[in-house]
C-alpha cells in the first residue's frame, strides 16, 4: 500500500465526502475505484470535454447517431433492434 496526498477545494472536498457516505464508500476507496477504472480503460473512465460538446457525451452522441440511422432507412426496426444498435455503437 501507498499513499497520496492531493489537493482539493474544501467546499468540493465537503461535497465529494458527503456523496462517498451516501454511497457507503470512504473517500479513498472512491479514489481507488476511479484509479481502477482509468488503468483498465486505459484513459479517465469519462467523457472530459470542453465548450458546446460539455453537455453531450460520447453516449448521447452515439445514441442520437443510432437513433438518426434508424429514421433515415426504409425498413421498420423495432425498438429492441434500435437499442441493440446503439449499445453495440456505444461500446466501440
Known sequence: ???ISLRMDE???QQFDAV???LGL???TAFTIFAKATVRKQGI???VVIGDNAAQTH???KLLEAQTQAASTQERKTL???LH???SAIHE
Request: glycine content about 0%; charged content about 30%.
Open 26 to 28: 470512504s473517500m479513498t
Open 80 to 82: 429492441h433492434e434500435v
Open 1 to 3: 500500500m501507498t499513499s
Open 11 to 13: 467546499n468540493l472536498k
Open 45 to 47: 473512465p469519462f467523457d
Open 59 to 61: 453516449t448521447e452522441k
Open 20 to 22: 462517498c457516505s451516501e
Open 85 to 87: 444498435h446503439a449499445r
